[in-house]
């Protein structure tokens, strides 16, 4: 179950910001009724230098219109405070003037503990893989473009680093409407400029395509 600090603090923003690192939702891989109360929580957009994940993340979600939102499949809820809560009790459960036998132990457990936080940032730290969250709009041909069989050509594109995500049609005007289709890539692995090639490949059913949001991971 996520747990963060009062996401309308820069504590829970801060937090929510490092859990989406290396995830689009709240949820696992589509977004959920979790996103939407988080959306709820977070009130209004994350600063983008600030907090460029949980940004990348509200500015998602927030494409979604309410319709849409009511049929996304319902999954644990979030959780806020709890870590200020646990805090609280330990510090609660310290019994300050104790005996000097058990303030002996608390005293060296604290600093066995302090041994092993010292000892772990001495660790070498592991390579980061670089990723961006891309939001491709993919226009079709007219009214008479066959759009899931469009979307199924637009998936059926395998490239290593590249994880298909979330999609909806959009109007357009004039009856036509376009895919609108999130996709994670690894940035040392995708270019997008090769991605769209292939796509616009499938010329019997896409226009042209478009990149209507791009944001680094």
């Given at each position: 179950?996520?747990?963060?600090?009062?996401?309308?603090?820069?504590?829970?923003?801060?937090?929510?910001n490092t859990y989406l690192v290396?995830?689009?939702?709240?949820?696992?891989?589509?977004?959920?009724?979790?996103?939407?109360?988080?959306?709820?929580?977070?009130?209004?957009?994350?600063?983008?230098?600030?907090?460029?994940?949980?940004?990348?993340?509200y500015k998602t979600i927030e494409?979604?219109?309410?319709?849409?939102?009511?049929?996304?499949?319902?999954?644990?809820?979030?959780?806020?405070?709890a870590a200020t809560t646990t805090?609280?009790?330990?510090?609660?459960?310290?019994?300050?003037?104790?005996?000097?036998?058990?303030?002996?132990?608390?005293?060296?457990?604290?600093?066995?503990?302090?041994?092993?936080?010292?000892?772990?940032?001495?660790?070498?730290?592991?390579?980061?893989?670089?990723?961006?969250?891309?939001?491709?709009?993919?226009?079709?041909?007219?009214?008479?473009?066959?759009?899931?069989?469009?979307?199924?050509?637009?998936?059926?594109?395998?490239?290593?680093?590249?994880?298909?995500?979330?999609?909806?049609?959009?109007?357009?005007?004039?009856?036509?409407?376009?895919?609108?289709?999130?996709?994670?890539?690894?940035?040392?692995?995708?270019?997008?400029?090769?991605?769209?090639?292939?796509?616009?490949?499938?010329?019997?059913?896409?226009?042209?395509?478009?990149?209507?949001?791009?944001?680094?991971?």
């Amino acid at each position: 179950m996520p747990s963060f600090a009062d996401l309308t603090t820069e504590k829970g923003l801060g937090e929510l910001n490092t859990y989406l690192v290396d995830k689009t939702y709240i949820v696992g891989f589509v977004p959920s009724s979790a996103d939407v109360e988080a959306l709820k929580l977070v009130g209004k957009a994350p600063c983008a230098n600030k907090y460029p994940h949980a940004n990348r993340w509200y500015k998602t979600i927030e494409s979604y219109d309410q319709s849409e939102t009511t049929s996304f499949p319902k999954t644990e809820a979030v959780t806020v405070a709890a870590a200020t809560t646990t805090a609280t009790k330990a510090e609660d459960d310290i019994d300050l003037f104790g005996d000097d036998d058990e303030n002996d132990e608390e005293y060296e457990r604290q600093l066995e503990e302090r041994r092993k936080a010292a000892a772990e940032k001495k660790k070498p730290k592991e390579k980061v893989i670089a990723k961006s969250s891309v939001l491709l709009d993919v226009k079709p041909w007219d009214d008479e473009t066959d759009l899931a069989e469009m979307e199924k050509s637009v998936r059926s594109i395998e490239m290593e680093g590249l994880l298909w995500g979330a999609s909806k049609l959009a109007a357009v005007g004039y009856g036509i409407k376009k895919l609108v289709i999130n996709c994670v890539v690894v940035d040392d692995l995708v270019s997008t400029d090769d991605l769209i090639d292939k796509i616009q490949a499938f010329e019997d059913y896409v226009q042209s395509v478009d990149i209507a949001a791009f944001n680094k991971i």
